[in-house]
Nanobody, 125 residues
Framework: QVQLVESGGGLVQPGGSLRLSCAAS????????VGWFRQVPGKQREGVSCISDSGRSTYYPESVKGRFTISRDSAENTVSLQMDNLRPEDTAVYYC??????????????????WGEGTLVNVST
């Protein structure tokens, strides 16, 4: 089973950018669909981006569409989430997750098998 580690979180001002990275070990991420999720204490976890195992399917909810971009780097065995024009409401712990599944995004959210520990994103002045 693949192990995942997120990095790249931090404090950023509104309107700024961050790039999160999900690094995999134990297996190639190329065989997995990968999703990024976020969670604020007391609120339900929200899926914010997804890329299918083939890379042909991506998904973004309306809350982040046009601001977030998910991408794969096969050589580095990572999946990144570029986050631009950040807003205070984007503040959360961000997690990456993976599933060996042919399901398209966002249906594959329901079968995520491996999860990272999360990285905190704080959008604040």
């Amino acid at each position: 089973q693949v192990q995942l580690v997120e990095s790249g979180g931090g404090l950023v001002q509104p309107g700024g950018s961050l790039r999160l990275s999900c690094a995999a070990s134990g297996s190639s991420l190329g065989a997995y669909a990968v999703g990024w999720f976020r969670q604020v204490p007391g609120k339900q976890r929200e899926g914010v981006s997804c890329i299918s195992d083939s890379g042909r399917s991506t998904y973004y909810p309306e809350s982040v569409k046009g601001r977030f971009t998910i991408s794969r780097d096969s050589a580095e065995n990572t999946v990144s989430l570029q986050m631009d024009n950040l807003r205070p409401e984007d503040t959360a712990v961000y997690y990456c997750a993976a599933a060996q599944s042919y399901l398209p995004c966002p249906e594959v959210y329901n079968v995520m098998e491996s999860w990272g520990e999360g990285t905190l994103v704080n959008v604040s002045t």
